[in-house]
Nanobody, 126 residues
Framework: QVQLAESGGGLVQPGGSLRLSCVASGGNFSDYLMGWFRQAPGNVRQFVAATIRSGRSSRYIDSVKDRFTIFRDNAQNTMWLQMNSLKPEDTAVYYC???????????????????WGQGTQVTVSS
């Protein structure tokens, strides 16, 4: 069983950048497809991005394409989400998650993922 811990959230002005980190422990990180989700108050948890075990392929929702980049280093048991050109609508709690699935898509669901971190708050506001 893998444990996940996110960090890197905070308050940033519109147009700014943040890099979120997700560190895995207690399992073999390279065994999992990894993803980022976010949840704003009153909303369902939304898929943001995912990367396959090798990190060589990724998927994003349309609203973050060309602004966010997901990447991982299996040797460091770590995944990141680089977020640029942030907008107020990006405000949410961001979660990293691990999936045993071998299918990656732009429409991944929370139920595709087995393990979750505790979340980190990202607030985009002037």
């Amino acid at each position: 069983q893998v444990q996940l811990a996110e960090s890197g959230g905070g308050l940033v002005q519109p147009g700014g950048s943040l890099r979120l980190s997700c560190v895995a422990s207690g399992g073999n990180f390279s065994d999992y497809l990894m993803g980022w989700f976010r949840q704003a108050p009153g909303n369902v948890r939304q898929f943001v991005a995912a990367t396959i075990r090798s990190g060589r392929s990724s998927r994003y929702i349309d609203s973050v394409k060309d602004r966010f980049t997901i990447f991982r280093d299996n040797a460091q048991n770590t995944m990141w989400l680089q977020m640029n050109s942030l907008k107020p609508e990006d405000t949410a709690v961001y979660y990293c998650a691990a999936s045993e699935s071998y299918v990656i898509s732009e429409r991944m669901r929370a139920t595709d993922y087995t393990y979750w971190g505790q979340g980190t708050q990202v607030t985009v506001s002037s």
